[in-house]
Nanobody
């Protein structure tokens, strides 16, 4: 079955960096568009970034453009989110997402906390 497992979250000071990973299994990773979402306490889940199956045409939310970079490794079946210049408002649970055969799948998420 489809599984998405995020890792790499943690506590970081404002201005710092983190790299999140999303390990995928149970489907042919290399043919699917992948996305990162985040959900802050008391807020709705929001789109962060997306990437095509071959790693091109990355798409970003305006709030993270120029600071976050999405990438993927189709050999390792893993997607990444490099986050730099982090701000307190980036604090959230970050999840990866894929739609396979019309069904949405989400990982359990990884917590990112930006605080001094």
């Amino acid at each position: 079955q489809v599984q998405l497992v995020e890792s790499g979250g943690g506590l970081v000071q404002p201005g710092g960096s983190l790299r999140l990973s999303c390990a995928a299994s149970g489907f042919t990773f290399s043919i699917y568009y992948m996305r990162w979402y985040r959900q802050a306490p008391g807020k709705e889940r929001e789109f962060v970034a997306g990437i095509t199956n071959v790693g091109g045409s990355p798409n970003y939310a305006d709030s993270v453009k120029g600071r976050f970079t999405i990438s993927r490794d189709n050999v390792k079946n893993t997607m990444y989110l490099q986050m730099s210049s982090l701000k307190p408002e980036d604090t959230a649970v970050y999840c990866c997402h894929v739609t396979v055969n019309g069904r949405d799948y989400w990982g359990q998420g990884t917590q990112v906390t930006v605080s001094s």
